[in-house]
């Protein structure tokens, strides 16, 4: 097994781990249903489908035709 010649500094060890860090999402509150949500992201809100506070997509309500 490989081992370490020298022993490696806490500024060198540190520099290394600054990379590893928890990243928080950033959530928006939508304009027209006040809803929270992640940026740059569509929503569904109460059948409908909103991105930067405009209606998309409406959901359609699938009926049943019977004879």
Do not use: N
């Not at 010649?5 to 006040?34: E, L």
């Not at 909103?50 to 019977?66: F, P």
């Amino acid at each position: 097994m490989a081992h370490p010649k020298r022993r490696q500094s806490t500024t060198r060890r540190d520099k290394r781990r600054t990379h590893y860090k928890a990243i928080v999402p950033q959530i928006a509150k939508d304009a027209t249903s006040g809803e929270m949500h992640l940026y740059h992201r569509a929503h569904w809100h109460e059948g409908k489908l909103y991105y930067r506070g405009k209606v998309v997509v409406e959901k359609e309500v699938a009926t049943s035709d019977e004879d």
